[in-house]
């Protein structure tokens, strides 16, 4: 088993900027991809920016430019650093990591990032 716990979110006016983490613990040992996800009230959890255990990246086109997704393999971390948030953003934010020794994904429980206007 994994076990995920985000930190980082909160509120913050348009324009503002927040960083999120992501600390992964128990069976660690065979990481491969980790991301973020997001769900707004009402709305299907969506994909946000995911990046591979080689540092490839890839991004949903509204945060393209605005989010940078980053791993700290010795630290079995994931960050997500937000810049230029806009009130569209607001959501629980979700991290996900695969695992290859369980074959399976794992998902922290989220943290919410409000932006007000």
């Known amino acids: 088993q994994v076990q995920l716990v985000e930190s980082g979110g909160g509120l913050v006016q348009s324009g503002g900027s927040l960083r999120l983490s992501c600390v992964a613990s128990?069976?660690?040992?065979?990481?491969?991809?980790m991301g973020w996800y997001r769900q707004a009230p009402g709305k299907q959890r969506e994909m946000v920016a995911t990046?591979?255990?080689?540092?490839?990246?890839h991004y949903e086109d509204s945060v393209k430019g605005r989010f940078t997704i980053s791993r700290d393999n010795a630290m079995h971390t994931v960050y997500l650093q937000m810049n230029t948030l806009k009130p569209e953003d607001t959501a629980v934010y979700y991290c996900n990591v695969w695992s290859h020794a369980e074959e399976n994904h794992y998902w922290g429980e989220g943290t919410q990032v409000t932006v007000s206007t």
């Open positions: 990046i591979t255990n080689t540092g490839s990246t």
């Open positions: 128990g069976r660690i040992f065979s990481l491969g991809l």
